[in-house]
């Protein structure tokens, strides 16, 4: 079966969103804990008011990078299809008899979406596999080592 390039996209966005929502509230939970978390001036004070508000900063971080590749999915031409694998391509493989989608994404991939009962994954060029796929070609065989075994996947698919 044959995924579409353009509702892939919109899922992407999707999920996009709602994790830029998530991040909102967990900056909001974070800044709130900081301010209820006793000052370094109080008795029996620890670091978690420096903490909290590291961490708050650290998912200002991630909601900047979310932004970042909400702009660049809006940008794709969903009708374009690529030579090579590079941000933007969907990407069908082949793993022994597995066939699996991946949207190439700047970062923050990971995603794992169902679309017409076929699973598509974001994936960043950061990300061990992203990057063994970053400029291949249509049926290019890539061979890398993941944390359990040597994996071997086909590149059926450029979109």
């Known amino acids: 079966m044959n995924m579409n390039k353009k509702t892939a996209i919109l899922k ?61 999915v809006r940008t794709i031409d969903s009708s374009r299809a690529h030579a090579t694998v590079q941000n933007g391509s969907l990407v069908q493989t082949q793993e022994n008899e597995t066939i699996t989608w991946y949207f190439m994404i700047p970062a923050q991939g990971g995603d794992h979406l169902t679309i017409n009962n076929e699973v598509l994954i974001t994936l960043s060029p950061d990300s061990l596999i992203g990057k063994s796929f970053m400029g291949k070609k249509q049926n290019d065989t890539v061979k890398f080592q993941s944390p359990k075994e040597i994996r071997t996947i086909t590149i059926k698919q450029i979109l």
Do not use: G, W, Y
Not at 40 to 50: G, I, K, L, Q
Not at 51 to 69: G, I, M, P, S, W
């Open 12 to 72: 992407i966005l999707e999920a996009l969103e709602k994790r830029l929502s998530k991040t909102d509230t967990s900056i909001q939970q974070a800044l709130q804990d900081a301010r209820e978390a006793p000052s370094a001036m109080e008795p029996h004070s620890d670091t978690s008011r420096s903490e909290k508000q590291r961490l708050a900063a650290n998912f200002e971080q991630d909601k900047t990078k979310l932004a970042h590749v909400m702009k660049f």
